[in-house]
């Protein structure tokens, strides 16, 4: 599975950890990620993320 990095704060969204802070476990994929997702570290919106 694909990691996405935030591209204002360089976080990496890695489902094979997923965010469980936030509730989502692992192995679930970005594309599967709700859209009112965050990024945990700043705020940015799921369109903030790119590809790794």
Do not use: T
Not at 4 to 15: E, I, L, M, R
Not at 16 to 43: Q, T, Y
């Amino acid at each position: 599975m694909e990691r996405y990095v935030c591209s204002v704060c360089g976080y990496v969204y890695d489902p094979a950890v997923g965010d469980p802070d936030n509730g989502i476990k692992k192995g679930v994929p970005f594309a599967d990620l709700p859209d009112e997702w965050v990024c945990p570290i700043c705020g940015a919106a799921k369109d903030q993320f790119n590809p790794e």
